[in-house]
């Protein structure tokens, strides 16, 4: 390491001391980081090595700089770092989608309208599925840029489900009325023009695999990404549906397929969006994750040397994958000197185990009052 990286290194020691407290070092690999505010491209190489409360314990896994604003709380946020790199790319992909899904979304509801084809309207219906899941994508990735304040210490996690609970909500309700109008057409089919449909439909699946393409190349590294990746996957079936129904009209004359598609979709529609607005109904009454549950969490709190018991244990989602936990944890009279570090082995299994990053627990000493409280209770 040069001269030069060591006095800004120590210069940013000594601003980071300001946050974190001299007990916490932070140590620069590779080259060291200026002070002051720095942009995401200038941390393209930068590791960072936690050394805690100056033990010379073995150096924990480094927080790389493409990990977004939720995996770098703390003083890294503080001093205006933004780590945010992959996300930042991430974003880029989201709007190229953003504009190739917004246009066939009106192309096919166009086409379909002109058409007299319900399935193209659908699929339109079904895109516009996406629009909304790009744009929660978009708003997650930027809000989670945004530092907390003291008024909103958890940042604007929130605001991505109050998002997907609303986008939920109108989804419901528009695969409802293609369900309807498919169950009218049924009954009635109109006159489908079967070319004019399997040309826009065919021009839709091009721009859904591009689309598909397009994200599959971000979907490891962000879950937004991922989400809206599985969408678009969905959107180029239910384009080959409508691209089949059409070619099934124009060789056959049958124009029921086109309502029977249209129907399918509307059902795919509604599926998703009823995931969708349990989940976020879930995280806004603050249940327990699904894939979580509270026993064994609470077994991997016990199997902690020093550890004789737990309650009043509460796991919930801030937003998705940023999980909280807080509860009450009793030690042996001759382990609560010992509170600090148990503590810590405590989090680093939930980490570990579960991916909660976020714990806050109040340690007491056994009594034989709160055995008998806690012994009838299942955690």
Not at 81 to 89: A, E, G, Q, Y
Not at 201 to 207: E, M, N, V, Y
């Amino acid at each position: 390491m040069s001269q030069r990286s060591e006095q800004d290194g120590r210069q940013y020691l000594g601003i980071l001391s300001q946050y974190s407290g001299s007990s916490r070092r932070i140590f620069c690999s590779e080259r060291a980081l200026a002070p002051g505010p720095q942009s995401a491209s200038s941390l393209s190489s930068l590791e960072y090595y936690w050394l805690i409360e100056s033990r010379r314990a073995p150096v924990p896994e480094p927080i790389s700089n493409t990990l977004n604003f939720k995996r770098a709380r703390g003083a890294l946020p503080l001093l205006g770092l933004d780590l945010s790199v992959s996300s930042r790319s991430a974003e880029k992909r989201l709007w190229i989608a953003l504009i190739i899904s917004s246009v066939i979304a009106i192309i096919e509801f166009t086409g379909g309208f002109l058409g007299q084809s319900l399935a193209l309207v659908s699929d339109s219906g079904h895109v516009l599925t996406d629009v909304l899941a790009v744009g929660v994508g978009i708003l997650t990735l930027r809000l989670g840029r945004k530092p907390h304040t003291a008024r909103r210490t958890f940042g604007y996690h929130r605001a991505e489900i109050f998002a997907a609970l609303i986008n939920g909500s109108v989804l419901i309700a528009a695969a409802f009325l293609i369900i309807f109008e498919a169950y009218l057409r049924l009954r009635q089919p109109p006159t489908v023009q079967g070319p004019l449909v399997l040309a826009i439909a065919s021009i839709g699946l091009l721009g859904n695999l591009s689309s598909a393409v397009l994200l599959s190349q971000s979907r490891g590294s962000n879950l937004n990404v991922k989400g809206v990746f599985l969408h678009t996957v969905g959107d180029v079936l239910s384009s080959l549906a409508v691209i089949v129904s059409s070619l099934i009209v124009i060789f056959t004359g049958y124009l029921g397929i086109d309502p029977l598609a249209a129907a399918i979709i509307g059902v795919l529609i509604m599926r998703s969006a009823l995931v969708l607005v349990r989940d976020s109904t879930n995280i806004l009454l603050e249940a327990t994750p699904r894939q979580m549950q509270l026993e064994t969490i609470a077994k991997t709190i016990r199997s902690v040397d020093g550890v004789k018991g737990v309650h009043d244990l509460h796991v919930w989602t801030i937003t998705s994958g940023l999980y909280a936990l807080s509860g009450h944890v009793t030690v042996g009279t001759d382990s609560i000197g010992q509170g600090s570090t148990i503590v810590e082995k405590i989090e680093a299994k939930l980490k570990e185990s579960f991916g909660i990053e976020h714990v806050t627990l109040q340690v007491e000493k056994e009594t034989l009052e709160n055995i008998q409280e806690h012994e009838s209770s299942t955690i």
